[in-house]
């Protein structure tokens, strides 16, 4: 289970948190986290936990202090030692975490951990398929239209019709 993220850099992180925000009840849980490489190496901070199969929301709210929730699939609790446990019992599989406190977005040290879930993942490799396939689509009608003009220079109407065609039926796509 390979992250782009070290561990090096989530155990900075996480000590960070746990000396800037008070974390109450949850913070034996990342304390643990801190000390346990493997872990370490299976967790995967990331701003949305849409469409992840099971990670931890942490909050920390001023006047409100933290609020903790782990889910796995539908379902949803506040027990930090379900949370625990789960990371424990299954530590090959990815474990998402999605940490929510004041200024995160302007935080160097909180951007430099964050991964994209696999949501994300998804959505960015449709994307780079879809410019992928309309750059493709651009050359081939590039290389069409020289060819139409190619055939024209030379004077060969048969070779013109032919790439004229082509031509007409790749711009209807």
């Known amino acids: 289970m390979n992250s ?6 989530k155990k900075i992180f996480l000590e960070w948190l746990l000396s800037k925000f ?8 990342l304390e643990e986290i801190i000390q346990d490489e493997r872990k370490l190496e299976s967790i995967r901070f990331v701003d949305s936990l849409e469409g992840c199969s099971k990670g931890i929301f942490i909050t920390f709210e001023q006047g409100i202090g933290v609020r903790f929730l782990f889910f796995k699939g ?20 990815a474990y998402f975490i999605a940490v929510d406190f004041p200024d995160k977005t302007s935080n160097l040290l909180y951007q430099s951990v964050m991964e994209a879930n696999e949501k994300e993942k998804e ?5 780079a ?17 020289d060819k139409v003009n190619e055939s024209l220079d030379r004077g060969d109407m048969d070779a013109f019709h032919t790439y004229a065609k082509q031509l007409k039926n790749w711009k209807k796509v």
């Open 22 to 29: 008070e974390a109450e009840h949850c913070t034996w849980l």
């Open 123 to 127: 959505n960015m490799a449709q994307i």
């Open 4 to 9: 782009s993220v070290s561990t090096q850099e």
């Open 129 to 145: 398929d879809n410019i992928l396939e309309k750059l493709l689509m651009e050359k081939r009608i590039q290389d069409l239209e």
């Open 74 to 93: 539908r379902i949803k609790t506040r027990d930090v030692y379900t949370a625990f446990h789960e990371l424990h019992l299954h530590r090959d599989e």
